[in-house]
């Protein structure tokens, strides 16, 4: 069996594929965007979601479940293929099963048949969600596999996007641009594990799964259904253009948040084993360097976006979607929002066995969710559904914390959090200078967010002495990249 990786190269490999989660998105949504215009761009957002929603489904926790069942066993290869098998029997079922409620739905609901050939297509994401075994490398901290991956997919993707996307038109095109780039994910995950797991699918014991399986069911369908009924909603109370301007402005929001849980997402292994053996002391320090890494990254960026949030939509969609800029005002706390709850949830209370608890938060976010959604969607469209969203995410959060805090001995160090916003009260008037020397919102945002990212790290820096910043400096100064009399500062790498 291989040795534990460290904590700094799964990190890194996790932040490339982070990186790539961020970067190809990036792009390739300011271009589709662009390309299709708020209208198109927003019908293959929502035929996305639909889709999406049945993969959900037909997951039935087990990306959840996964990563920490197969963290308790990772050392025991014979545990693990047994694992995998029966939890890809259970979702292979599931993807059938979902896949046949997909298509009766398509085809017995009129309201589907005018893009038909859209849903169809959306169908292989549905059939080919059993294959998605992230949970497994995820849970045995192989994140050079995955981000190895995802870049080479994302790249590939990229290139077809720019070749064959070229006008409105391709419409199906880009579609099937987007479909492939999750399908050739899938696959690759079955390559990568074919001589690594003895699959047999005899005297396997699936009851054992369902219990929690079920609870992480009822726990994705809450988040699920607070996470896209604003997209649904709008769909069908509102129109096309006002999912593409929703959509655009909360993309933007959100495509930083798995930047903010990398951390988190490489400690979740160490987190269940320090669970799993109580050691609390070990829980504790895990959990602050997750939420240091969270503040230190979300409040800034949340900042950023709502200062920025006019010149972000026209530089990235165009002037077509300037009409989201308030929208995405609203929406801007949603990435600091969204990563604290990460750490409460996913990091605590699924790793130490209360998930049942977490279900109760998010099916609270669900109902406040649809309840604010269906009063303010019809008279707000794109800012009411915002406003919803907003307000879910923190509800959810705030239960999830009352839970964690309530059944798990940990202490977070929260004045890490108001350090972080103070530091970001200088971006106000770089904000307003920065607007009176530059008109062009390009050229705006080239100038102001290196400007704010080096008054707030200088900050963090000198004035809090953030540790995590002068572990990533003497990382840094060790790896050669930066030259050793630059610094006479002295830390120690962990």
Same mark, same amino acid.
């Given at each position: 069996?291989?040795?534990?990786?460290?904590?700094?190269?799964?990190?890194?490999?996790?932040?490339?594929?982070?990186?790539?989660?961020?970067?190809?998105?990036?792009?390739?949504?300011?271009?589709?965007?662009?390309?299709?215009?708020?209208?198109?761009?927003?019908?293959?957002?929502?035929?996305?979601?639909?889709?999406?929603?049945?993969?959900?489904?037909?997951?039935?926790?087990?990306?959840?479940?996964?990563?920490?069942?197969?963290?308790?066993?990772?050392?025991?290869? &014979?545990?693990?293929?047994?694992?995998?098998?029966?939890?890809?029997?259970?979702?292979?079922?599931?993807?059938?099963? $979902?896949?046949?409620?997909?298509?009766?739905?398509?085809?017995? %609901?009129?309201?589907? @048949?005018?893009?038909?050939?859209?849903?169809?297509?959306?169908?292989?994401?549905?059939?080919?969600?059993?294959?998605?075994?992230?949970?497994?490398?995820?849970?045995?901290?192989?994140?050079?596999?995955? +981000?190895?991956?995802?870049? +080479?997919?994302?790249?590939?993707?990229?290139?077809?996007?720019?070749?064959?996307?070229?006008?409105?038109?391709?419409?199906?095109?880009?579609?099937?641009?987007?479909?492939?780039?999750?399908?050739?994910?899938?696959?690759?995950?079955?390559?990568?594990?074919?001589?690594?797991?003895?699959? @047999?699918?005899?005297?396997?014991?699936?009851?054992? @799964?369902?219990?929690?399986?079920? &609870?992480? $069911?009822?726990?994705? %369908?809450?988040?699920?259904?607070?996470?896209?009924?604003?997209?649904?909603?709008?769909?069908?109370?509102?129109?096309?253009?006002?999912?593409?301007?929703?959509?655009?402005?909360?993309?933007?929001?959100?495509?930083?948040?798995?930047?903010?849980?990398?951390?988190?997402?490489?400690?979740?292994?160490?987190? &269940?084993?320090?669970?799993?053996?109580?050691?609390?002391?070990?829980?504790?320090?895990?959990?602050?360097?997750?939420?240091?890494?969270?503040?230190?990254? /979300?409040?800034?960026?949340?900042?950023?976006?709502?200062?920025?949030?006019?010149?972000?939509?026209?530089?990235?969609?165009?002037?077509?979607?300037?009409?989201?800029?308030?929208?995405?005002?609203?929406?801007?706390?949603?990435?600091?929002?969204?990563?604290?709850?990460?750490?409460?949830?996913?990091?605590? $209370?699924?790793?130490?066995?209360?998930?049942?608890?977490?279900?109760?938060?998010?099916?609270?976010?669900?109902?406040?969710?649809?309840?604010?959604?269906?009063?303010?969607? /019809?008279?707000?469209?794109?800012?009411?559904?915002?406003?919803?969203?907003?307000?879910?995410?923190?509800?959810?959060?705030?239960?999830?914390?009352?839970?964690?805090?309530?059944?798990?001995?940990?202490?977070?160090?929260?004045?890490?959090?108001?350090?972080?916003?103070?530091?970001?009260?200088?971006?106000?008037?770089? &904000?307003?200078?920065?607007?009176?020397?530059?008109?062009?919102?390009?050229?705006?945002?080239?100038?102001?967010?290196?400007?704010?990212?080096?008054?707030?790290?200088?900050?963090?820096?000198?004035?809090?002495?953030?540790?995590?910043?002068?572990?990533?400096?003497?990382?840094?100064?060790?790896?050669?990249?930066?030259?050793?009399?630059?610094?006479?500062?002295?830390?120690? %790498?962990?």
């Amino acid at each position: 069996m291989k040795k534990t990786t460290s904590i700094k190269r799964n990190l890194f490999h996790n932040s490339l594929l982070l990186l790539s989660n961020l970067l190809f998105p990036f792009i390739s949504f300011s271009y589709a965007s662009r390309v299709l215009g708020p209208e198109a761009f927003g019908k293959i957002q929502f035929i996305l979601v639909f889709a999406q929603y049945f993969v959900l489904l037909a997951a039935i926790g087990i990306p959840i479940y996964g990563v920490r069942e197969i963290a308790k066993i990772r050392h025991d290869e &014979t545990q693990i293929s047994k694992t995998v098998s029966e939890l890809l029997f259970l979702n292979g079922i599931s993807s059938f099963l $979902l896949l046949l409620v997909y298509l009766g739905i398509l085809f017995l %609901v009129p309201w589907f @048949h005018d893009d038909l050939q859209l849903y169809l297509l959306g169908g292989l994401i549905v059939i080919s969600a059993f294959s998605n075994l992230d949970w497994y490398y995820n849970g045995m901290e192989q994140f050079r596999f995955l +981000s190895m991956r995802s870049i +080479s997919i994302k790249a590939l993707s990229l290139v077809a996007l720019f070749v064959f996307v070229k006008t409105k038109e391709d419409l199906l095109v880009y579609f099937a641009v987007v479909i492939f780039s999750i399908l050739a994910n899938h696959l690759w995950n079955l390559w990568g594990i074919r001589n690594i797991i003895s699959f @047999h699918f005899k005297a396997l014991e699936l009851k054992r @799964h369902i219990p929690a399986l079920l &609870t992480l $069911l009822g726990t994705s %369908v809450s988040i699920s259904i607070y996470s896209v009924i604003d997209t649904l909603l709008l769909g069908f109370l509102s129109d096309d253009t006002a999912v593409g301007l929703y959509t655009a402005a909360v993309k933007i929001n959100k495509i930083t948040i798995p930047v903010l849980i990398a951390l988190g997402t490489v400690l979740i292994p160490r987190i &269940t084993q320090s669970l799993e053996s109580r050691d609390k002391i070990q829980v504790n320090k895990l959990i602050n360097q997750s939420f240091a890494f969270t503040c230190l990254l /979300g409040v800034p960026v949340s900042f950023g976006l709502f200062l920025f949030a006019k010149e972000f939509i026209i530089s990235i969609s165009g002037p077509e979607f300037a009409n989201a800029a308030l929208t995405m005002k609203i929406s801007a706390p949603l990435a600091l929002i969204i990563g604290i709850a990460h750490i409460f949830g996913f990091q605590l $209370l699924i790793p130490a066995g209360f998930e049942r608890k977490y279900l109760w938060a998010t099916i609270v976010g669900m109902v406040v969710s649809i309840v604010l959604n269906l009063l303010l969607i /019809g008279s707000f469209k794109d800012k009411g559904a915002a406003v919803a969203t907003v307000v879910s995410e923190i509800v959810v959060t705030g239960i999830a914390g009352y839970f964690a805090y309530k059944y798990i001995k940990f202490k977070l160090v929260w004045g890490m959090l108001s350090k972080a916003f103070l530091s970001c009260l200088l971006f106000i008037p770089i &904000t307003y200078g920065v607007r009176t020397v530059a008109e062009n919102e390009i050229i705006c945002l080239l100038i102001a967010v290196p400007l704010s990212a080096l008054v707030y790290f200088s900050i963090q820096a000198w004035i809090f002495k953030n540790p995590l910043i002068e572990e990533a400096f003497v990382f840094a100064k060790t790896k050669g990249w930066i030259p050793a009399v630059l610094s006479k500062r002295k830390g120690r %790498v962990q």
